[in-house]
């Protein structure tokens, strides 16, 4: 029940190597088991490079929590240990959360007499958890839950084979159980149960088989592993994906909130007590934790209510703990993503944007908020999921000519070994395999597709070219630049494999036709990829965000954005017809793609989803502009029925908008509307097709007009019907397009006008920069600015309340005279703010500044688009 933080000081602050410095403290844990991550810890690992690390270490083997097999015993990393008979589990989600995947992998490893749980949420973060069904003594609690759990798994196991007498009765127990934790609030204990050093004594023994016994022989311990985290470079990290930080909610539903993965805007009420969101306390025991791993005692600012709660979360548990204890002084500035949407939904000038953006992504696994869940809330939002971290980089055309030649090698082998089974007389054991070989012959005129399945890569972020980490040197390059450096890149790896290629190198731009005959041969020999995956995958991720499929439609973005910052400029009138024109436009490509039911991407033609996530932008820019346009927004009321007119148009014209989350209750209506006008349309073909043909007027049913009449009246009615409730929905829309628009009246550090548009660094809008770096800026300034909060110690405030009176009082500090500064965004950051930051950090001319930036995730207009308007989202 211990926490591991190494306290290692340095001269350099680096989250991502202070992190690796823990492992080591761990190894007599981990040495000669299989270790179980969920997916959170896979995505921090991967980041960090850590498991050739557990390699030196001595696991057994490193296998998925979620989605563990049996079979997870076999592989094995050291070939000289012996079969595991321990288990450890790293797991970034609550222990609640965890269970089932736990008692799942104990169930199913019989031969497992030690278990040990490293959990990155502490003790008191998993007893101040609303609704958590463990108490102060979390950890020990657990334990003795878990050891319960299964003992009683393998009872209901056991009686259940004495009657059925078959042998898989467990394996369809845990399939009928699911695995799911009987958590109770631990008045159910039991006499068998023992956690203690009782259990330690009988590692020696054999297991027996009997239930009575398994309890006693299974230790189980649970250890904090704090720093779950995702280091983009060294000075760059953010939170995993999947794990309880980043999945709790930021803000319950209410008049000022936003989404449950976004801060509320900041009234001048910061929640307090039990109005306290999960996301803030847990991010505020991460934000201790981290400070304290890398020795720093922090002076912590915040802008923003949520901001505020968590400054005061940390500051109280800094006075409990960090009492007498020297360390490193650095400033910690928290800040809510609620004060600065624009940046997060703009398609800026960043390669590792459109990376993100372009790249598929890892599919989720199931939400641990599911039926059964103890961590289930009851008064929350349940269905916050970020997008994974773990990018799934394409490397099949490395491989094209090799996959195709595997595959007919393959199907050669089987048919001759047919051929040669078929002589005999054992015909009746052929047939499974001669249809095997009807079908891969039948494969094989299409592409080999298991080499894309395998040949997938991903970033991580310890590779390096001669020291400088890839991702820590393209973190803060703009498209251009970044393409450019990643030629250069390639290039130097193909010099020292002394592999030359003719390529026609132009200067400027890096184009796809340069990067993939460079890619392909770097990679054409297995030793020179696996010298040079680094590169190879950070170059192929380029290349697919270069492609005409995907820079098309962000380039139109762009252009987009481009004219609504122009418009916003001008006049209300102007912003609201430029809005308009998106709409029509994206509906007659609704109406296009339903006649001929595809469309060419290279087009860059956009979609009704990114009209929507403009006309946020959009409203945005006309709340920062003309704030008192019209009575409830910043268009008028003509302005902005046409906008809504326009909508309603889209929609119905558009069979692919039916499951948009804010037309929830008419996708049935609208799904059934889009068939019937399929029907009427094949009906009306096939008709005109008759009347090209002679008939005389006998044929003809002149006799039906009246029925045709009473069809068409209903149908008429109906389809009223069907646009009454649509603008009811769109009216619902725009009203949270209202809010949005009025976010800088609403938030208190925005209303003075330092942040907004008139105090930009530039005459031109478009290239204004986001608030990160006005913040920035104006901190090294040493300016003042308006609700930036100061957190005061214990003793600060002692000082401020007892002692001010004798004019005593302790000077408030300056962030701009800290050497370290630490940067936190609740709710999220992107490349553009990473980039910006270092500008700002550049023209403050103060190289003797560490900056290091954090965010719960990595946003992309893709994400903002689910948190404000997509499944994520409040509306």
Not at 724 to 736: H, I, P, S, W
Request: hydrophobic fraction near 35%; glycine fraction near 6%.
């Amino acid at each position: 029940m211990s926490s591991y933080v190494a306290l290692i000081p340095s001269d350099k602050i680096s989250c991502e190597q202070d992190i690796l410095d823990i492992y080591p403290v761990i190894s007599e844990h981990i040495e000669g088991a299989t270790i179980y991550l969920d997916a959170g810890c896979t995505e921090s690992f991967q980041f960090l490079g850590a498991f050739p690390l557990l390699l030196e270490l001595g696991v057994h083997a490193v296998c998925s929590l979620e989605d563990m097999s049996p079979l997870d015993m076999v592989g094995d990393w050291s070939p000289k240990s012996d079969p595991a008979r321990k288990v450890v589990v790293f797991a970034s989600r609550l222990l609640s959360d965890s269970h089932r995947y736990v008692l799942r992998c104990l169930s199913t490893h019989q031969n497992v007499c030690n278990c040990t749980i490293f959990t990155s949420i502490s003790e008191i973060a998993h007893s101040a958890y609303p609704d958590s069904p463990l108490g102060p003594d979390a950890f020990r609690e657990y334990e003795s839950l878990l050891v319960q759990d299964y003992e009683e798994l393998l009872k209901r196991c056991e009686a259940k084979s004495k009657q059925s007498g078959e042998s898989n009765a467990k394996e369809n127990l845990i399939a009928d159980d699911d695995g799911w934790s009987q958590l109770t609030s631990g008045k159910e204990e039991t006499s068998a149960v023992e956690s203690g050093s009782g259990a330690k004594e009988t590692y020696e023994d054999e297991p027996t088989g009997h239930v009575e016994d398994v309890g006693q022989k299974l230790f189980v311990s649970v250890h904090h592993f704090p720093l779950i985290l995702c280091p983009l470079s060294p000075r760059v990290f953010v939170l995993p994906s999947e794990g309880s930080v980043a999945e709790a909610y930021l803000s319950a539903q209410h008049e000022n909130s936003l989404s449950p993965g976004l801060p509320p805007l900041s009234a001048g009420l910061p929640p307090d007590g039990e109005d306290t969101p999960p996301g803030a306390t847990l991010t505020a025991q991460f934000l201790y934790h981290l400070a304290a791993k890398m020795d720093l005692k922090t002076e912590i600012y915040s802008l923003g209510d949520l901001s505020k709660t968590v400054g005061k979360v940390l500051t109280d548990m800094s006075s409990l703990y960090d009492v007498g204890r020297r360390k490193r002084s650095a400033g910690l500035l928290l800040i809510d993503r609620s004060l600065d949407l624009l940046t997060p939904c703009s398609h800026g000038d960043s390669l590792i944007d459109r990376i993100f953006s372009a790249l598929p992504r890892r599919e989720p696994t199931s939400s641990p908020h599911m039926k059964g869940s103890q961590t289930q809330l009851k008064h929350g939002p349940v269905d916050l999921q970020r997008a994974p971290l773990d990018v799934q980089i394409p490397l099949k055309f490395l491989r094209e000519e090799d996959s195709t030649t595997e595959s007919f090698q393959l199907l050669e082998s089987i048919d001759a070994f047919l051929h040669g089974w078929k002589s005999s007389d054992l015909t009746f054991q052929t047939v499974d395999l001669i249809n095997l070989n009807t079908k891969l012959q039948d494969e094989s005129k299409k592409p080999f597709r298991s080499a894309g399945k395998i040949l997938n890569g991903s970033f991580v972020s310890a590779e390096s070219f001669r020291g400088t980490p890839y991702l820590e040197a393209i973190l803060d390059r703009k498209t251009k630049d970044g393409s450019v450096l990643i030629r250069k890149w390639l290039q130097e790896a193909l010099r020292r494999e002394n592999i030359k290629v003719n390529v026609k190198i132009r200067p400027g731009f890096a184009t796809k036709s340069e990067l993939h005959p460079l890619i392909k041969a770097l990679a054409r020999s297995d030793s020179s990829l696996m010298r040079n995956k680094g590169i190879i995958q950070l170059a192929a991720a380029t290349l697919h965000a270069l492609d005409e499929i995907n820079s098309a439609k962000w380039d139109a973005l762009i252009s987009a954005e481009k004219m609504l910052n122009i418009s916003a400029g001008d006049t209300s009138q102007s912003l609201a017809t430029q809005i308009t024109d998106l709409i029509n436009k994206s509906a007659v490509v609704g109406s296009h793609v339903k006649k001929i039911g595809t469309l060419k991407p290279s087009q860059g033609i956009l979609s009704f989803q990114d009209v929507l996530l403009l006309i946020v932008s959009g409203y945005i820019l006309a709340g920062e502009n003309f704030p008192t346009s019209g009575s409830g927004g910043p268009f008028s009321w003509q302005e902005e029925h046409f906008m809504k007119e326009a909508i309603v148009d889209a929609v119905l014209d558009n069979p692919g908008v039916a499951k948009l989350k804010f037309l929830n209750g008419l996708t049935e209506e609208l799904e059934a509307k889009f068939n019937k006008m399929n029907s009427e349309e094949a009906k009306e073909e096939s008709m005109s097709q008759l009347q090209s043909d002679d008939f005389d007027d006998d044929q003809w049913g002149w006799g039906d007009e009246d029925a045709d009449k009473n069809t068409k009246k209903e149908q008429v009615y109906s389809d009223m019907q069907l646009k009454l409730e649509l603008r009811d929905r769109v009216d619902n829309l725009f009203k949270f397009l209202h809010k949005l628009s009025s976010m800088r009246r609403r938030n208190l550090p925005l209303r003075e006008g330092t942040f907004g548009v008139e105090s930009n660094f530039s005459e031109d809008l478009y290239t204004s920069k986001g608030l990160i770096y006005k913040l920035l800026t104006r901190i090294l300034g040493k300016h003042d600015i308006p609700g930036l909060e100061y957190h005061s110690s214990t003793v600060g405030r002692i000082f401020k309340s007892g002692f001010g009176r004798f004019g005593l009082g302790q000077a408030k500090p300056s962030l701009a005279d800290q050497n370290v500064l630490l940067v936190f965004i609740i709710g999220g950051i992107n490349g553009v703010e990473v980039r910006e930051a270092q500008e700002a950090l550049s023209e403050s001319r103060r190289p003797d500044i560490e900056l290091i930036l954090g965010g719960t995730t990595l946003l992309t207009p893709n994400d903002m688009y689910d948190l404000l308007l997509g499944d994520s989202s409040y509306i």
